[in-house]
């Protein structure tokens, strides 16, 4: 059979299970777009901005575990798509990117529309190709599929030069089912020594702690962790990007950790005797200051990319290998030990722990005549029964998301952790939604977010995207004034949004439906409303709190053991 | 402290930026790089060194073998290995410091690869010590330029870094 380099794409991306990608038409992507129609195994959704495409795709990649795919034009096509690139690269989400180039020809030339996104998107991909040949082009692209959802993901460029994709130009087409590189071999299984070691080190543990993270969700683990957490009955925390790795709801999990995390988590980190690190990598909003991070930790760190262990913090145990092969190795050496955890001194943490629990560091004013962001987020958890999906963009609201929905399974709560990309919550809904057609889904935002990509509410008319967005709109860039007010003695420099849209009525122009929230006895009503009116887009603009902030937090220099608390945390009832 | 990283990559275009890249991207400190296909055309062998703690190196040694295109890499730091550098300089050569090169070329048993009346090109071959010290030994005001070629280092004995 002999095909085009637009056929090829198609029959490539057919064959790798790909249902839809995400993207927007120009000069030299125009034969593959030509091909893109004469197919129909592959559906393209047509965004409004090439940062649309890239969020939605991986919006649909971390809903699913699949890959996400794009097909960007060249020159500023492509450089659109480099902060979704960059975002999905943090937080190691696979994608797949297609851009298209000048003809190669004219590569260096200073072309129209040309620019050398190999280069510009180095260093914020796992890895990139510049299709050389049409030879090349299928055994390439299976490459790309296999470097994006191995090992450790990340996202892939795949830049095709015009002339390689010329519908009269064809060559023998082969799709090749697997793939060997020499270069390239992640991975899998941990060394078993090192697995028995951990295992006797976590038995040892009078204080233990299971600080899990991102790596979970992507190592596809939860189960596993969750099995071994409960086998030990030890105490379980939860990164930004690990949330619903653990269930929410079970009685060992403390809470996220970190900056924003809960009291009771950061202060059992400080104090914990061995600490068990799984698909986490000690980021920085994770430790706080790094010199008096875990200070009596005998630390054991899983993880599927070597560069991870010993990057920001020494280990004692360090396992390399899928995060669920290791677990399932350490369950194996767990059933055949009749040794088990020291439960006079567990009853003792556990007791510890409670005493730090009763501080209740999230507790907000649940009788202020102000809509507090905290009290919308819950309310929502309590009526979608934690089983949402729910993405959000980045500030004070994605705090307060993460706080308090409580998230039971993995895969549901989606944002932007590692980049922290503003605009990242609506597009990113928009791609849940193709993968999950009758999940209830919503964005958790705010009014500065929210409109960094607000034009994919033209994209969401035009497939009949139906989703509730949560805009919390305190009128405030929140975060970036919570830090001015602790940091900049309340110079609130810039973190004023003036001459805000009527969002109602920009919705409604987009053809959804807006509605306003502005006392807290409306929330639950509109949020019923929302929920119940399943095809439409609804926009919800809360009202909120213009000055609340998050509370608790590890101020930039200080440690799990030095947050500071809402000071009029014992007001509240 | 200074070690020396030695690595087989792909020898495919664009290699040699996305080490390069990789470095300045993590602040990584390059003192010299050279790169070269090796006897197999589709590999290019790669000698960097830099210097760091062990902690850091330990770290440049994990995300430089992470690159897609990195098939191998080894350091070469507590094992035992050769390395080699090759310099080229010019030095002004006139009356008395022409018997005064000669002597230096012979020390250190350099070669003149290139003579006028006024200059002499001199190939000084070893590792980066040896080079350092024949640079210090001409006098200042005597050299014209230099070119370095920057380290290459292979592992003793039987271990090779071969695919």
Redesign the interface.
């Known amino acids: 059979m002999e095909l085009s380099g637009g056929e090829i794409l198609f029959k490539c991306l057919e064959a790798e299970g790909v249902d839809y990608i995400f993207g927007y038409p120009g000069g030299a992507v125009l034969h593959i777009y030509d091909a893109l129609y004469q197919q129909e195994a592959v559906k393209h959704i047509l965004v409004r901005h090439e940062q649309g495409a890239t969020h939605a795709a991986d919006g649909y990649s971390r809903s699913t575990g699949k890959p996400g795919v794009c097909l960007v034009t060249s020159g500023p096509g492509a450089t659109n798509a480099v902060t979704g690139l960059a975002t999905a690269y943090t937080d190691s989400i696979p994608l797949v990117v297609i851009t298209g180039q000048v003809p190669q020809a004219m590569i260096g030339t200073d072309a129209f529309q040309e620019c050398d996104i190999?280069?510009i998107s180095?260093?914020c991909v796992?890895?990139n190709f510049?299709v050389?040949s049409l030879e090349n082009l299928a055994t390439t692209i299976k490459k790309a599929f296999h470097?994006a959802t191995t090992g450790r993901p990340g996202p892939v460029v795949i830049d095709i030069p015009k002339n390689l994709t010329d519908p009269k130009v064809k060559v023998p087409f082969h799709y090749p089912s697997e793939i060997e590189?020499?270069?390239?071999k992640p991975a899998t299984a941990g060394i078993m020594g090192d697995v028995r070691r951990a295992v006797d080190l976590l038995l040892s543990a009078k204080k233990p702690m299971i600080y899990a993270g991102g790596g979970v969700i992507l190592g596809e683990s939860s189960t596993q962790l969750t099995a071994l957490s409960r086998e030990l009955g030890y105490p379980v925390t939860n990164t930004l990007m690990g949330l619903g790795c653990y269930p929410a709801s079970d009685e060992q999990f403390v809470g996220m950790l970190g900056m924003h995390g809960t009291y009771e988590s950061n202060m059992a980190m400080h104090e914990c005797d061995v600490l068990l690190a799984v698909g986490a990598r000690f980021d920085d909003r994770v430790t706080g200051q790094i010199d008096t991070f875990c200070p009596y930790a005998r630390v054991i760190h899983i993880d599927v990319?070597?560069?991870n262990i010993?990057?920001n913090f020494p280990v004692e145990v360090p396992i390399v290998g899928n995060t669920a092969h290791v677990l399932d190795d350490m369950l194996a050496v767990l059933s055949e030990t009749n040794r088990r955890p020291d439960s006079d001194a567990l009853a003792q943490w556990w007791d510890q722990i409670k005493s730090w629990q009763s501080v209740d560091s999230y507790n907000y004013d649940r009788n202020s005549k102000l809509i507090k962001p905290q009290f919308v987020v819950e309310k929502y958890c309590e009526l979608t029964k934690g089983e949402a999906y729910v993405t959000s963009d980045v500030g004070q609201h994605q705090m307060f998301a993460a706080q308090f929905y409580r998230f039971d399974h993995p895969r549901r709560w989606i944002n932007s952790g590692g980049l922290g990309t503003m605009g990242f919550g609506l597009p990113a809904a928009m791609g849940v939604r193709f993968a999950h057609p009758d999940a209830e889904i919503a964005c958790v935002t705010g009014e500065g977010s929210v409109q960094m990509c607000i034009q994919e509410l033209s994209t969401c008319k035009q497939y009949d995207v139906a989703f509730n967005i949560l805009n919390l709109n305190n009128g405030y860039l929140g975060m970036v004034r919570q830090w001015q007010e602790f940091t900049y003695e309340s110079r609130y420099s810039n973190s004023y949004v003036d001459a805000l849209p009527d969002f109602t009525k920009l919705v409604e122009a987009y053809g959804h439906v807006g509605m306003v929230i502005d006392k807290p006895g409306d929330v639950e009503g509109a949020l019923r409303e929302a929920i119940a009116l399943k095809d439409r887009l609804c926009f919800l603009d809360f009202r909120i709190d213009t000055e609340e902030n998050v509370y608790p937090m590890i101020e930039q220099g200080k440690g799990h053991h030095q947050m500071r608390l809402n000071p009029r945390r014992s007001e509240f009832v | 402290m200074r070690h020396i990283i030695s690595l087989l990559?792909?020898n495919e275009?664009?290699a040699l930026?996305?080490v390069a890249?990789?470095y300045s991207?993590r602040g990584y400190n390059i003192e010299s790089l050279t790169v070269a296909p090796t006897d197999d055309p589709s590999l290019s062998r790669m000698t960097i060194v830099t210097f760091g703690s062990d902690?850091v190196v330990?770290?440049i040694a994990?995300?430089t073998?992470?690159l897609?295109?990195?098939?191998r890499l080894v350091t070469y730091t507590e094992s035992p290995h050769v390395e080699r550098e090759l310099m080229m300089v010019k030095l002004r050569a006139v009356g008395a410091q022409r018997e005064e090169a000669h002597r230096l070329v012979s020390i250190f048993r350099a070669k003149i690869v290139d003579v006028t009346d006024s200059t002499y090109v001199v190939e000084v071959t070893g590792d980066s010590g040896k080079i350092d010290a024949f640079l210090a030994a001409v006098p200042s005001e005597q050299i014209i330029e230099v070119v370095r070629s920057g380290v290459v280092g292979i592992a003793r004995g039987e271990t090779a870094l071969k695919?």
Do not use: C, F, N
């Open positions: 190999i280069g180095r260093p796992k890895h510049l050389d470097i590189m020499r270069s390239y990319d070597p560069s010993a990057k | 990559i792909e275009s664009g930026s996305r890249g990789l991207a902690t330990e770290q994990k995300q073998d992470k897609i295109d990195v098939v695919v």
